[in-house]
């Protein structure tokens, strides 16, 4: 099992474009979770999904929209990226209580 | 009142030495407790979860969970510079993982 992918593990994106941050997991996990991770600030969840077709916004959704067509993946979509949301993105999974990490996306909007 | 509040870090410890690091939680029904350790440069990694109080060991780790207090620790005996690492705090409270800020803890051999 590869457990949770993510691609790319690094982007430069301009102010306005739009790029979407895969995210895998092949443990047949439910709940999967979109969180970004800034200096002084910790993991802060973006989106959830506790299983194929419902979605929800986390602490800070804003800028951001997923989706989640299968069980296997939980793409996430910035529309028109801004400075404020470069940051280090991870996608993580859980069945139960013990949640586990994706290698992460280091994202750098310019 | 901070959800999950770590002690503000960095810990350094002599190699051999015990790292202990303290973490409090807000939320008096959370149920489940865990520990994650983060490499620059990585994702965070489970390493103890714990779920009724008292103490849980693994190898070196310890996890101790005091509800009552609303604390939980952890203590990594005979430190090596591989431990050297950011040790995260989460705390499960109405199915959602909050977590600390994390404490840093640096072994100097």
């Known amino acids: 099992n590869a457990g949770v992918t993510q691609t790319p593990k690094f982007h430069i994106l301009k102010t306005g474009q739009s790029m979407t941050l895969q995210c895998a997991q092949d443990?047949?996990?439910?709940?999967l979770s979109w969180y970004r991770q800034d200096p002084g600030m910790g993991l802060r969840r973006i989106h959830y999904?506790?299983?194929?077709?419902?979605?929800d916004k986390g602490e800070v959704p804003d800028g951001y929209n997923v989706s989640r067509s299968n069980t296997e993946d939980f793409p996430l979509r910035l529309e028109s990226a801004a400075p404020s949301q470069t940051s280090v993105y991870f996608c993580a999974s859980r069945q139960t209580d013990e949640q586990y990490f994706g290698p992460g996306t280091r994202l750098t909007v310019t | 009142q901070k959800e999950v509040e770590q002690n503000s870090g960095p810990l350094s410890v002599p190699e051999g030495a015990i790292a202990s690091l303290n973490c409090t939680y807000s939320d008096r029904v959370s149920q489940s407790f865990f520990w994650y350790r983060q490499y620059s440069g990585k994702s965070p990694e489970l390493i103890m979860s714990i779920y009724s109080n008292g103490d849980k060991e693994d190898g070196r780790f310890t996890a101790q969970l005091n509800k009552a207090s609303q604390y939980v620790s952890l203590l990594i005996r005979d430190s090596q510079p591989s431990d050297s690492a950011t040790y995260l705090c989460?705390?499960?409270?109405?199915?959602?993982?909050?977590f600390g800020k994390g404490n840093q803890v640096v072994v100097i051999p």
């Open positions: 999904s506790v299983a194929a077709g419902i979605t």
């Open positions: 443990m047949n996990h439910g709940y």
């Open positions: 989460a705390v499960n409270g109405n199915n959602r993982l909050a």
